[in-house]
């Protein structure tokens, strides 16, 4: 059976949670951003199997399966990066023709994707499903209502590669603000209920070459996660100003809020996906 990525919710989201691959290397890291002369970089470092969140565990009473199956943390083509208080980002990444293990997830996510590619999702319970996986979306997943235990394979030309982010804490189950105002600049990719009441906004802010986007509001905490990088020169509404380098794939965690101006000095289209928290 095949279905669209428009579908997926319809599907329970079964799958979307896997190894993704795509630019980033080879080994088990984690982001560390910027801080050597002013450039963020990807740091790659081999994980701690004695991690808390990084143990093989078997669920004392497991669905019917005739494979094992491990934690989405064990998976490895999944790589937990970071871990605060409101979320936990597994980055999801594998070549084509690859296949994750079968693994379980259990806390509601949203996913975002940096590649396009076709893949099979095999769910224990469930039927076999093929979907395009199409860059730059967002999607959603009811994980703490309904966990599931799922394998996906990589059947398209690309790798698989995107960020499942986990959703562990938030002020409110709803936004007491509306929406961000879409614009030429901005849309809002994702904007979806869980079915414990979360809600969760992604938006994307796309600044061409040479374009200054200017009176951005952003004033709540906020996962921002590059899908084109370029260089930026921000002015905020304090008068300060400075230049900075983002590198495709990677996010940076902020709860300070941000008023003033972007300006795209680089040579090519400059993509954010943003996160709004509540």
């Known amino acids: 059976m095949t279905t669209s990525l428009k579908s997926i919710n319809a599907l329970g989201l079964a799958g979307l949670s896997l190894g993704i691959g795509y630019a980033l290397g080879s080994g088990k890291f984690s982001l560390i951003f910027s801080n050597k002369q002013g450039k963020e970089r990807a740091q790659h470092e081999d994980k701690d199997k004695s991690g808390s969140w990084n143990k093989r565990a078997k669920d004392p009473k497991p669905p019917e399966s005739s494979e094992a199956w491990v934690e989405v943390y064990d998976e490895p083509r999944h790589f937990v990066e970071m871990d605060n208080e409101f979320c936990r980002i597994i980055r999801f990444r594998f070549p084509p023709k690859d296949k994750t293990l079968f693994h379980r997830h259990s806390v509601d996510s949203f996913f975002v994707f940096f590649n396009s590619t076709r893949v099979r999702n095999e769910q224990q319970g469930h039927p076999m499903h093929e979907f395009e996986i199409e860059a730059g979306n967002a999607a959603g997943a009811c994980y703490c209502t309904e966990p599931i235990i799922h ?32 614009t030429r600049n901005i849309e809002l990719i994702f904007d979806n209920k869980t079915k414990g009441g979360k809600r969760m906004r992604v938006y994307m802010l796309s600044i061409s070459t040479g374009e200054s986007v200017k009176n951005l509001s952003f004033i709540f905490p906020k996962l921002c996660m590059c899908y084109k990088g370029g260089k930026l020169k921000v002015d905020d509404a304090d008068g300060f100003t400075k230049e900075i380098v983002r590198y495709r794939g990677t996010y940076w965690w902020n709860a300070e809020a941000f008023k003033g101006s972007i300006t795209n000095i680089g040579d090519s289209e400059y993509k954010v996906m943003i996160a709004e928290w509540h």
Do not use: A
């Not at 394979?153 to 509306?178: F, V």
């Open 151 to 182: 394998r996906i394979s990589n059947l398209g030309p690309n790798w698989m590669h995107g960020l499942d982010i986990e959703i562990k804490s938030l002020k409110t189950k709803e936004y007491k603000t509306k929406p961000l105002k879409e």
